[in-house]
């Protein structure tokens, strides 16, 4: 990391919350601050990264504004953290999408939408795009033939694994446990990032809404990572089927896809809606006023990818399966392309950092009370 | 927007613990509370707002605490601190009480830590709250919410007018606005008076320019000054507080928690002159650290300086402010003003005092001592020679002063004449003088507020309804 004003600004603050450890029963980030009296700028963003934003410490602290300290953990570590995704992202050159990330986001949603309906266009035979075939095998290839998603969607999708991967082997270099990572120090950290153990606050949870306690945000967001992992799951079992079993889409509602992909899809409206909900009432003070178009836009693009599919599940067998299944593809195009330069870093970044906690787990304390 | 036209069944005076406390209690015993806090919301809760842990006994380990600490214990560490200077039924009954304190705390939403693991911890004896103080009261405000209390911020009492052993009403200020309001029954539990510097000057003179407040600049002393003006008993020595040894680059108030320093029993202390003045290592810090505010306050200037070398500087808490830093303990002298040949010679003088042998622990009282030194350290003491050295400048951090109004077990505050109030309480720092004479011990300011909080809100809730 460089040595930005955000970073001595996180490193002033950290120095504080060192000399005063009352917020290390909220998350893991408290415990790593204790292990060291001095903060790289590497350190600082790792801490950047464990931070799960739950505000629990903004709420508790007795040096929160208009205290002339004016420590503000979740804001200063939000703006580490964002600068840290423009560090490490690769290829550099793209890194700019960071900036403006709203506008990115949204744009790259449109233009994927527009590309996904010209070739969808093209490819129907003619006055055939809205013609309606019901269930019939490979119905769904007249409008757009397989080579051409697995082409676009292998290509788009790998790439961006590429990228997120050299994202995250350059945070681990910049910011990454020096000791060599153990077995048991994988599966604490699967399990932290699995269970969100950092949005608990020490039981009660996140403070949601002021001063109060809530597991609103641990939840919904389970509900958004657990659809889109369901999703993912049956897009993958539609692969197999399609390659190495020789069943053709669409398959009926009872059956392995297409029920992961329901649920999916429902678990992650409902997560990324009600996410975005809280966004609305939250106080604003504990969050970063310019990072919120990127993180809005990046709910909605889910919202809307999950929204489609369902949509496109009801309108399958009817005239308007084509449109439909055209803009569906747009949207996963879209958060294919944006997957390593969108709020979808995070979950990389963040596991990388709670490895790196695992890692450090039998570090002591330096002092104490 | 609370009718302040009418007669509440109690009125609460401040806004932290031992106040919310009795406010809360009060309101569940069936009363109508106002609750008045002069400072602004975002500053609410006097001196708790920097607290982080509670002093409580306990017969066997529970979820927060380990071990036992059960009331011989404490009453001997309280004995020890205050140097008998307490009162022992009244003390006991706090300890006592002290162990009954959790379950109510937890109805009213506040959270406590997993007992601390690390160096010289205080797990066994005290109650850590979950995110500290600010934390405790943002539960028990949210409680007070909650329950239907009438909260004022920004709103100072000016008089609690007694007549004839009675408060008949209470003159405050609301928004910078005078006004007057009524209530059956006050609680008094607006805190010392340490941050109203010019009455520390009556008896401090002008040493107070050098001592750093720690906590709210908001607790001025207005209600007990007031209280005592009109014939309520005081029981306390005006110079007597709770003081820690600070960073002297602490801001002048409401510092809090971060600027004390724990490198005194790792350090050589000395004063502006170069000079040892204290036995550094007569005790762990836990139990020692409240005395050194007054150590220095005593010395020239009101100033010290702990000088320690590299083995001692990971022992001890991080700063807030960077430790002075130098390669030699003359430059170290040099940086901090001090005369180095003097500064020299009493490091030298100490290192060959050191008597060498034992194991160094500093985990407990370890033995390892000075011999032939006016005064010796007697534990954790080893050579201040491996550099880099590390040096800091030390202020009297006060916390809070314990001159207070007079009460008797059931927290009536006392008139002249022995005789209780008609209908006025206190808890918290505004009457802990009647337990804490001098010293204190780590958490129990915040048991004080808790256990005569609780008693003060049943017994004005219970009068009121009478």
């Known amino acids: ?369 | 927007m609370p009718d302040r036209k009418q007669t509440y069944d109690v009125l609460v005076a401040g806004g932290g613990n031992a106040a919310l406390c009795a406010a809360i209690t009060a309101r569940q015993a069936g009363a109508r509370v106002l609750l008045l806090e002069s400072a602004p919301k975002a500053f609410r809760g006097g001196n708790s707002r920097h607290t982080r842990n509670l002093r409580a006994m306990h017969d066997a380990p529970n979820a927060v605490l380990t071990d036992a600490y059960k009331e011989d214990e404490y009453w001997d560490d309280l004995l020890r601190v205050t140097g008998g200077n307490t009162n022992e039924e009244m003390a006991r009954m706090t300890i006592r009480a002290s162990s009954g304190v959790f379950g109510w705390m937890k109805e009213c939403g506040v959270r406590f830590q997993p007992s601390l693991t690390g160096t010289l911890n205080l797990g066994r004896t005290n109650a850590f709250f979950l995110g500290g103080g600010k934390a405790l009261l943002n539960a028990y405000y949210l409680t007070a919410e909650r329950l239907g209390i009438d909260i004022l911020y920004d709103t100072e009492v000016i008089s609690m007018n007694i007549d004839d052993g009675s408060v008949r009403s209470v003159d405050i200020t609301y928004r910078g606005f005078p006004e007057t309001v009524y209530a059956r029954c006050v609680v008094a539990s607006c805190g010392g008076f340490q941050a109203n510097l010019e009455w520390m000057r009556e008896f401090w003179g002008d040493a107070v320019d050098n001592f750093v407040i720690r906590g709210t600049p908001y607790n001025r002393g207005r209600v007990l000054k007031n209280l005592l003006d009109q014939g309520v008993a005081a029981i306390g020595d005006p110079t007597q507080c709770h003081a820690v040894a600070l960073d002297a680059r602490a801001p002048k108030f409401d510092g809090g928690i971060t600027t004390r320093l724990d490198s005194v029993p790792y350090s050589v202390v000395v004063n502006k002159h170069g000079d040892r003045f204290y036995d550094e290592g007569e005790d762990v810090w836990p139990k020692r650290y409240a005395i050194w505010g007054r150590l220095i306050a005593q010395q020239p200037d009101q100033i010290a300086y702990s000088i320690c070398d590299s083995k001692a500087f990971p022992l001890f808490m991080p700063s807030v402010y960077p430790a002075i830093k130098a390669d030699s303990v003359g430059e170290l002298a040099l940086k901090m003003k001090l005369d180095p040949a003097k500064v020299i010679a009493t490091v030298d003088a100490y290192n060959a005092a050191v008597v060498p042998g034992q194991s160094f622990d500093n985990l407990k009282l370890d033995g390892n001592r000075t011999e032939g030194l006016t005064p010796n350290k007697t534990n954790w003491a080893r050579t201040v020679d491996k550099g880099p050295f590390y040096g800091y400048p030390l202020r009297p951090g006060i916390t809070f002063t314990y001159l207070s109004v007079k009460v008797n077990d059931k927290a009536q505050v006392l008139m002249d004449n022995g005789q209780p109030a008609g209908n006025l309480f206190a808890s918290g720092e505004i009457m802990s003088g009647n337990i804490l004479g001098k010293g204190y011990l780590a958490g129990f300011g915040m048991t004080i507020g808790t256990v005569f909080g609780r008693i003060a809100g049943q017994e004005a809730a219970r009068r009121a309804r009478n």
């Open chain 1, 1 to 369: 990391m460089q040595e930005t004003e955000a970073v001595l600004n996180a490193r002033r603050e950290m120095e504080i919350c060192n000399a005063c450890r009352y917020c290390e029963g909220f998350c893991a980030v408290f415990p790593a601050v204790e292990l060291r009296r001095e903060f790289t700028a590497g350190d600082l963003s790792y801490l950047a990264n464990l931070c799960h934003g739950c505000r629990g410490c903004y709420y508790a602290c007795q040096y929160a504004p208009p205290h002339e300290w004016g420590i503000n953990v979740p804001r200063t570590l939000a703006e580490v953290r964002a600068e840290s995704y423009v560090e490490y992202a690769w290829p550099q050159p793209l890194a700019k999408a960071f900036e403006r990330n709203g506008v990115v986001v949204s744009l790259v949603a449109a233009l994927s939408i527009a590309l996904m309906l010209l070739i969808a266009m093209a490819i129907a035979a003619p006055g055939q795009f809205f013609a309606a075939r019901g269930l019939q095998p490979d119905s769904f290839y007249a409008v757009m033939p397989l080579w051409a998603m697995q082409i676009v969607g292998l290509g788009t999708f790998g790439f961006s694994l590429f990228a997120l991967g050299k994202g995250a082997v350059n945070f681990w270099k910049d910011a990454g446990a020096k000791q060599s990572i153990t077995i048991s120090a994988i599966c604490i950290a699967v399990w932290d990032a699995v269970t969100l153990k950092n949005l608990g606050g020490g039981g009660d949870g996140c403070n949601d809404n002021a001063e109060s306690f809530s597991m609103r945000r641990r939840y919904l967001h389970h509900a958004m990572a657990g659809g889109f992992m369901l999703c993912f799951a049956a897009t993958t079992v539609g692969f197999f089927y399609h390659t190495f079993m020789g069943w053709a889409a669409p398959y009926p509602f009872i059956s392995v896809p297409v029920l992961l992909g329901t649920v999916g899809g429902v678990l992650l409206v409902i997560g990324t809606g009600g996410l975005f909900a809280m966004k609305l009432v939250e106080d604003p003070m504990p969050a970063v006023r310019r990072l919120l178009g990127g993180d809005v836009a990046m709910l909605v693009l889910l919202a809307l990818s999950a929204l489609t599919g369902l949509l496109l599940l009801a309108v399958r067998a009817t005239g308007a399966m084509g449109i439909v299944m055209a803009i569906h593809l747009g949207f996963i195009l879209a958060l294919f392309l944006v997957l390593p330069y969108s709020k979808m870093v995070h979950g990389v970044y963040r596991s990388a950092a709670l490895l790196r906690r695992a890692v450090e787990r039998d570090m002591k304390p330096l002092g104490g009370e």
